[in-house]
């Protein structure tokens, strides 16, 4: 980063820059010929400089180096033209900036270094660790030196002693992609699962590294590590790594930073957190997400991403799957209709489906379920690699939910044709229509969708009580309101559905079918999660069994196994406290 300044007392323009040292040390002036053969030095400053340097990045330390420059009168004038000229443009403008501070940043003379410690924030390396545990692949990339990022890669536990440390420092392309190649070779048939690899490469080679002839070796190398480590990058080589990590791996990825040089590597991922503090608020107010320290990202994550992802997975499907019921018995009608267009349903009643009948449980559903308490997944952060992988959200469940709709239609329609088909006659003498047996499917209808919610939810809090009874009782509220005689004559609405519930409702037929068609469409779901439950268990199964059978989740409860995929899903601390038997 560089200003120009002019002194106040002697009008002389300085340009004040400071930067990385293996930026600022590329643009110092160097020795003329006379002055080589003569041995004056123009960089009085620099052997003891860099020297200085090695020892704080070996300390740990954070470095930056300070250099200056004199620029006379004309010299600033006419630089002065062409960075107005870049900073008017409309199209590649931050180039050209670039471009135009890079033509001023020249001969310029070294002041000085200086070197900070920057201590980890509190809960950084447990933070890491847990996070490594869920799933999560975790990159560095920093303008550290490289002593400087592997310290702190060590401290924040990123790196241990057992790992293989492949450090990639070389000065062309035909070279970093040689040694890429030979890394390659020497560790092929391994994965990040089952090697003890970390690999650092600094940002010279990593500019080599990211030309298309070459990235993809890069990736492959990075993908069998379990840390990488990118040194002396700079903001553009963040964006451009998270960039390829998105495009290439086809994975979800997400950039973490505090500063203003981690605005382009932020925006380039698909979630962007940014940590409002000591760096300033450009990386927050760049992000989708804000927080203040670095160890609130696990919470952010573990409970507040998974139960996010859970909910909104469910609500979704839930949705196709309400519609789909209900309209697929629009669609068997027509098979009988003639394909006139007759409406199995009054059309008002057809109209507030999603308004009154199904909103307001599937909304509370969405706002406030949550299937696991939030210590148990923090304790157990490998819970989280379910929500990673796709498992409730996929073509699969999809579908599962889509074919579950037309079966339980089949069931709804076939059993109101099978009771109405022939007509039931009325104690007045009187046989019902087909608004009578549209409004015994709808009424099994209501009760599926919602019941099927139920089944759904695992916390029951009274506001989702609430809605759910409340939605059914919506619904019986309306046969009782809407047919009558007043309601009608008054608002000149629902003419042909006048006291149709009524009558409808005097049937023994009706009482009769409609536990019947709920009991047979339910049963397959009720069957198959206890069947999924008993015998074969999900890791979340457990630790819901763990959280009833003792509510305190800091105390290991031992459970009792029952059936083969119990040990076979479960890959962390559960393996042992399922084993033993409940005394």
Known sequence: MSVIVREPNTGRILLLAKGADNVILQRLLHPSLQQLNSGEKTQPYEEATVHLLEQFALEGLRTLCLAMAVLDEQQYLHWLKIYNAAAARIADREEELEKAAELVETDMMLLGATAIEDKLQKGVPETIATLSKAGIKIWVLTGDKQETAINIGYSCRLLTHEMELMKINKHSAADVSEKLKKLLEKHEGQDANNASLALVIDGETLGYALDDTVKHDLLALATKCKSVICCRVSPLQKALVVSLVRDQLKVISLAIGDGANDVPMIQAAHVGVGISGEEGLQASRSADYAIAQFRFLKRLLLVHGRLSYRRIARVISYCFYKNILLQYTQFW?????????????????????????????????????????????????????????????????????????????????????????????????????????????????????????????????????????????????????????????????????????????????????TPVVVVVCLYRDFAFKYINRQYFPKAYHIVQELETLQPDTNNDVPLRVRGKGLLNDLSFDLRAAAAKPVP
């Not at 209709?337 to 057809?350: I, V």
């Not at 307001?360 to 819970?383: T, W």
């Open 333 to 513: 009608f027509v098979f009988l209709n003639g394909w006139s267009g007759q409406s199995l349903y009054e059309r008002w009643t057809l109209s507030v489906y999603n308004v009154f009948f199904t909103f307001f449980a599937v909304l509370l559903y969405g706002i406030m379920d949550k299937d696991i308490e939030d210590a148990s997944i923090m304790k157990y952060p490998q819970l989280y690699r379910m929500s990673a992988s796709g498992y409730l959200f996929n073509g699969k469940v999809i579908w599962t939910w889509i074919l579950n709709a037309v079966f339980q239609s089949v069931v709804c329609f076939g059993a109101g044709i099978l009771t109405y088909g022939e007509g039931v006659l009325y104690s007045f003498g009187h046989t019902d229509g087909v608004f009578s047996m549209g409004t015994q499917i709808y009424f099994c209808c209501i009760l599926i969708v919602n019941m099927k919610l139920g089944l759904e939810c695992r916390n029951w809090t009274w506001v989702f009580k609430l809605g759910f009874w409340g939605s059914i009782g919506l619904w019986l509220l309306w046969l009782a309101v809407f047919p009558s005689w007043g309601l009608i004559v008054f608002f000149d609405m629902g003419n042909d559905y006048i006291f149709v519930p009524y009558y409808m409702t005097q049937s023994a037929s009706f009482w009769l079918i």
